[in-house]
Every structure is written in C-alpha cells, then in structure tokens.
C-alpha cells in the first residue's frame, strides 16, 4: 500500500524537515504534495537527494483524493484547513497548537500513548505535542511505568529554531552585528537573543507563567498522568538547533540511578549519553540531526524522598516536530488500520 501525503507549511523549518524525514524513512508514498501559502506557490523544496517538488497553494488545494497531512503552518492556518481536510476523509498530524488540549482531539508522541490513536477517525485530526514537552516525556515514561512520577519540575533552553527561520535570522544578524561594533534591535523576540538569554516564551499568562510553561503542565497531564504536578521555565538561548532541559523528577516509589540508567538505556527513542567525566554528556551540537532524545547528568536529587535528576537534549526540528508527526503516521498504518483511498 502505498498514500498521497500533503505536506502543509513545506517551506518553513519544520515542514523541510518533514519532507527529509519521509524520505529517509522511505514513507509508503504514491504522491507527495507540498503545500504553503499562495505567495509560496510555484517555489520549489527538496523531496529526497533528487526529487523536486513544486509548492502549490493550500487555499485552492482539494483534500478529497489525499491520505494524509503532515502540517506545520501555524495555529491560525491549521484552525481553518484541518477541518475542512479532515471532513475531506484525509487524516491531518498537526503540529501547532491548534487543536492540543482539545478532549475530542488525541495528542500523541508513539512511545509514550499510541494507544490514544485507536479512535482517530472519530475526528480525523492528530495532535503533535509541543517540542520541550514531547523529548522530556519520551525519557520520562519508562521511569514513570517502573516507579511513577508525582512532580517534575523542569526548566528548558530552547534554541532560536522553535521560533522559525525569523528566529534564527535574528539570532544570525544580531551576531553578525556585534562583531562588526554594530546593533540589530530585536524583532521576533523581546530582548537582544545574541549572547543572551530570554525567560520568556510565548504570551504571559495571568498566573506570570508563559504560555510554553503553561503548554508543558497542560500536555504533560494529558498525555502522561492528570496527577503528575509540573513547574516549568521556558528560556529561549542563543542556539540554533536543539532544545535542551534540566529535569528534577520525584517519584512516589525508590528507583536507583542504575535502575533508571538500564530503564532508560533499553527504552525505545532514548539514547543514554553519560559518563562522569568532562565531556561526557551531550549538548544541543550533538544532537543536531540526530532523531533520539538524549539523557546525560542522571544522579540522585537530594532534597526529595525518591528524586532524580537529569539533562536532556533533542533535535526540536526532528524529534520535537517532523519525526514525530511521520512516526504518528507509521503507527497509524501499521497497527491503527489507516488505509490508503486509493490502491496504488
């Protein structure tokens, strides 16, 4: 079998990224579409080492004959087009923020609750979970199976590419700039990004968190435990690639370091990079490109009853968005039944 796959937002970050990945992963595809907005149409984005695609416009695109849509154009585009797809009978994996803590809506990373799949065409819509929230549950599943979690308590450093290609343009000029004895006043975000760091991510709430925090407690409880207590700190870091996250974690049961060390080193889509010595964990440089999500610094936290502590880093553009949402889609046909409209 074998689907015609639109890919919507195919000339941002993200959506490059997804067209890599189902390539690499050599996706079951008859078609692959590449869909942006009209002022993108007619430019051309990258399929694989050879193939060219041909951006066409998502406002006159007819969803009836496709599969599925890979999405990551943005809350305000998704919110008008994956109905309109999913009433269409094309299955829409979407990565805004659009349809998130929708309760009608599954919000899915594959190794933490594929099963929330099992009644996607109920809506024919599918979550994608945001970026930091997705690689800190994916390493902390398994240790909430083995001894089960009652607070986290975590805070992030996030690099400029969770903001788009206007984030990473102005981290790049801002640069630039300064080693040239000149300022770039800040545009995407609210203070200088070069040689900074911002503890602010997304709009304030009225509690004084940022909304990315309020994204972490929220999808945390939906897609791991509704009883896990989460306190975040989103900081955005002058890092092009890779988010990365401090994570102190108490459990309601004992678990060892070497516990979760073996826990963790056998768990799908985690890679145990830690060793107590310099240079023995891995930072954003490392993970770039890379698709698993990283633990490295795993010691005792002292100051609760049965705590741990941890470092973790991922690709944002792979794990964090583009690989999860294909990897939505393999689930989906391998064991959820997704069948193609048409055989091919």
Not at 254 to 265: K, Q, T
Request: negative net charge; contains cysteine; proline residues 4%.
């Amino acid at each position: 079998m074998s689907y015609k796959v639109a890919v919507v937002g195919a000339t941002g970050n993200v959506g490059r990224e997804i067209l890599e990945i189902l390539s690499e992963r050599r996706f079951p595809v008859s078609e692959v579409v590449a869909l942006a907005s009209s002022s993108s149409a007619g430019k051309d984005v990258s399929f694989g080492e050879i193939d060219i695609l041909k951006v066409k416009s998502l406002d006159s695109y007819d969803f009836t004959d496709t599969d599925i849509a890979l999405s990551s154009a943005g809350s305000s585009v998704s919110k008008i087009f994956a109905p309109k797809a999913a009433a269409a009978g094309c299955v829409v994996i979407d990565n805004t923020s659009q349809f998130r803590m929708d309760p009608t809506i599954p919000l899915v990373i594959p190794e933490v609750n594929a099963y929330a799949l099992k009644d996607f065409r109920n809506t024919n819509i599918i979550a994608n979970p945001n970026c930091s929230t997705m690689q800190m549950l994916v390493a902390l599943k398994p240790l909430h199976d083995a001894a089960k979690i009652k607070r986290i308590v975590v805070s992030t450093y996030q690099s400029v590419s969770g903001a788009g290609k206007q984030g990473m343009d102005e981290l790049f000029d801002q640069t630039k700039a300064l080693f040239m004895n000149a300022t770039k006043d800040p545009k995407k975000f609210t203070k200088r990004i070069a040689f900074n760091v911002i503890p602010h991510i997304d709009v304030f709430m009225e509690d004084g968190s940022t909304k990315e925090e309020w994204k972490m407690v929220n999808e945390t409880k939906k897609i791991l435990d509704p009883n896990i207590e989460v306190a975040a700190t989103c900081v955005r870091v002058p890092v092009f690639v890779g988010h990365s996250e401090s994570v102190n974690v108490e459990f309601e049961r004992p678990i060892s370091v070497d516990e979760a060390r073996e826990i963790l080193s056998e768990a799908e889509g985690i890679v145990m990079y830690d060793e107590r010595k310099d240079a023995g964990y891995c930072t954003p440089l490392e993970c770039a490109g890379e698709d698993g999500v990283y633990v490295s610094r795993l010691r005792v936290d002292p100051t609760v009853k049965h705590g741990l502590s941890m470092w973790l880093v991922s690709d944002n553009l792979r794990k964090g968005a583009a690989l999860n949402a294909v990897q939505i889609a393999e689930e989906l046909i391998q064991n959820y039944g997704l069948a193609p409209k048409k055989a091919h």
